[in-house]
C-alpha cells in the first residue's frame, strides 16, 4: 500500500465551479499536510498548510484534514482558468532534529484544467 | 530574491556516460533537498543536507547516485554511470530553519534528466 494516494485525474471543471481535491495516507505518524500546485515546467510551491486535524481557508482555498479517516482534501471555490495546474498533496512527520519538518512524502498529482 | 536554481534544466545523455546536476539554494537556507519524480510517478525524496552535512540519505536509491554540499552552499548530484530508469525530473529545495510550525520547502524549477 503506497503511503499517499491521490487519483492523478485529468480533472476539468468550467470557471466558477468548486473543486475538491483528495488525498488518502496510511502512516498516522503523519502531522504535517500540505498542498503544493505545479505549473507546467516549473517546481512545486506551497499553497497551504495544516497542522495536524482541522480546516483552514486562505480566499478561495480551503484545506481540510481529518486523521481519523487518513483524509485530506482541498477545495477550491469560484475556480479560474489561472488555477489550471497539478495539485499535489505532500505530508511529513515531525522530525526533531533541527527543529526541521524532514522530507515531504508526495501524492502523484491531480492535474486541473479550469476552462473559460 | 532569487529562488532556487537549477542547472542544466534538460539534459539529455546515454546509458552509461556520467551526469552533475546543480543546485544552488535560496541565500541563506541551511537546508537543502533533492527529490526525483520518475514519469507516472510521485515526487519522491532523494536526501536531505543541513548545511555540507547529510542529514538523511534514505532516499538515494543506489550508490551510482552522489550527492556533495561543499562549503555548505550549492550542490551537485551526480549519475555515474547512468541507466535508463534514472531518467526523470530532479528537483532541489532549500528552506530556513524554521521559525515557525512549518518548515517551508522552496522547490527549483527540476533538471529534466533523459537516459537514452
Known amino acids: 500500500q503506497k503511503e499517499v494516494e491521490q487519483d492523478p485525474g485529468p480533472l476539468s471543471v468550467p470557471e466558477g465551479a468548486i473543486v475538491s481535491l483528495n488525498c488518502t495516507y496510511s502512516?498516522?505518524?503523519?502531522?504535517?499536510f500540505m498542498w503544493y500546485r505545479q505549473y507546467s515546467r516549473k517546481g512545486p510551491e506551497l499553497l497551504m498548510y495544516t497542522y495536524s486535524s482541522g480546516n483552514k481557508e486562505d480566499g478561495r482555498f480551503t484545506a481540510q484534514v481529518d486523521k481519523s479517516s487518513k483524509y485530506i482534501s482541498l477545495f477550491i471555490r469560484d475556480s479560474q482558468p489561472s488555477d489550471s495546474a497539478t495539485y499535489l498533496c505532500a505530508m511529513s512527520a515531525y522530525k526533531n532534529y533541527g527543529g526541521s519538518q524532514g522530507n515531504l512524502i508526495f501524492g502523484k498529482g491531480t492535474k486541473l484544467s479550469v476552462k473559460p | 530574491e532569487a529562488g532556487v536554481t537549477q542547472f542544466p534544466s534538460h539534459s539529455v545523455i546515454e546509458k552509461g556516460q556520467t551526469v552533475t546536476l546543480r543546485c544552488d539554494p535560496i541565500s541563506g537556507h541551511d537546508n537543502l533537498y533533492w527529490y526525483r519524480r520518475v514519469m507516472g510517478k510521485e515526487i519522491k525524496f532523494l536526501l536531505h543536507f543541513v548545511k555540507e552535512s547529510k542529514q538523511d540519505e534514505s532516499g538515494m536509491p543506489n550508490n551510482r547516485f552522489l550527492a556533495e554540499r561543499t562549503g555548505g552552499t550549492y550542490s551537485t548530484l551526480k549519475v555515474q554511470p547512468a541507466e535508463l530508469e534514472d531518467s526523470g525530473v530532479y528537483f532541489c529545495?532549500?528552506?530556513?530553519?524554521?521559525?515557525?510550525?512549518?518548515?517551508?520547502?522552496?522547490f527549483g524549477p527540476g533538471t529534466r534528466l533523459t537516459v537514452l
Open positions: 502512516n498516522s505518524a503523519f502531522q504535517y
Open positions: 529545495a532549500s528552506s530556513q530553519v524554521p521559525r515557525l510550525v512549518i518548515n517551508e520547502q522552496f
